[in-house]
């Protein structure tokens, strides 16, 4: 199991957090997703990289979203 983090910006309240959190569940494989509101970042456990699936997820409910740790991060820096 490998820990993904994101940079989720935008998040200003409960309910941003509760959203970003359920989109980032609805991504197969997924597990263990925290939201941090005050440190705006996502974490997450996965065994398959979901990292262009949790961005695209994320940013369609209105969060810009950034690939801050994980394979496709190390892949393409």
Do not use: W
């Not at 989720?8 to 959190?21: H, I, L, P, S």
């Not at 801050?68 to 892949?75: A, R």
Request: charged content about 30%.
């Amino acid at each position: 199991m490998e820990k993904y983090t994101f940079n989720v910006e935008k998040m200003t309240c409960d309910g941003c957090v509760a959203r970003v959190k359920a989109a980032a569940e609805s991504v197969e494989h997924v597990q263990h997703v925290v939201v941090d509101r005050s440190k705006k970042l996502l974490t997450l456990e996965s065994e398959i990289d979901p990292s262009v699936k949790i961005v695209e997820q994320v940013m369609a409910i209105g969060y810009p979203t950034e690939i801050k740790t994980g394979l496709f991060k190390k892949l393409f820096s």
